[in-house]
């Protein structure tokens, strides 16, 4: 069976620090894998989507970026924070355009 | 724009009667929908899907419905338990899934 991880669950990091947070998949191969976002009180929104190894498609222009640099692993990241990139961060995975299944989450907060 | 909407932010149910979850959406262009439960500090889980040509899907205490013409999707809880209280987000994919800001539901003893 496919398992989903996020890590690490929380984060507290200052204003202009950077951010690494990772996700892996197991047990599948060339999954398409996601980065959403969800502020306080809102929905899911869509940041990054990947159906391959070096293939990134940004949804929303902002302060963060995506890479994957092996075929099961999502990496979000940004060179410098800000208060706005608070939020809880989720990945996914899918096959294709199937139905996404969701990692735990990073708690992400910015001070 | 605001392609997936949930109107009612939250929903109070008592125990054992019937929740009713609702969603509109708007692009016609959207195939496949999707319901998620999803409770504090985890991700969301996937719970029930239909397809566009279907009107009707049912697993165990939920039953989601897809009106096409009033572009309107449902998701029915029945029992409902006081496990089912959590935040409920439909999803609606046209090659990317697009979704709703949540209905947080209260099942109250």
């Known amino acids: 069976s496919q398992t989903i991880h996020q890590w690490p669950a929380t984060l507290v990091q200052p204003v202009g620090s950077p951010l690494s947070l990772e996700c892996t998949v197991e047990?599948?191969?060339?999954?398409?894998l996601y980065w959403y976002r969800q502020a306080a009180g809102r929905g899911l929104q869509l940041l990054f989507y990947?159906?391959?190894?070096?293939?990134i498609s940004s949804e929303v222009p902002q302060n963060l970026s995506a890479s994957r640099p092996q075929d099961r692993q999502f990496i979000l990241s940004s060179k410098k924070l800000l208060l706005s990139d608070s939020g809880f961060y989720l990945c996914a995975w899918s096959f294709a355009s199937d139905t996404q299944y969701f990692g735990p989450g990073t708690r992400l907060t910015v001070l | 724009d605001q392609q997936v909407k949930q109107n009612s932010p939250s929903l109070s149910v008592q125990e054992g009667r019937i929740s009713i979850l609702n969603c509109d959406y708007t692009n016609s262009m959207f195939d496949y929908f999707l319901w998620y439960k999803k409770y504090p500090a985890e991700g969301p889980t996937f719970l029930i899907s239909i397809s566009s040509i279907k009107d009707k899907n049912e697993d165990g205490r939920f039953t989601v419905f897809l009106n096409k013409s009033a572009k309107h999707l449902s998701l029915h809880i029945v029992p409902s338990q006081p496990g089912d209280s959590a935040v409920y987000f439909c999803a609606a994919r046209n090659e990317k899934l697009t979704f709703g800001t949540g209905t947080r539901l209260t099942i109250i003893p």
């Open positions: 047990g599948t191969s060339n999954p398409n």
């Open positions: 990947s159906v391959g190894i070096g293939q």
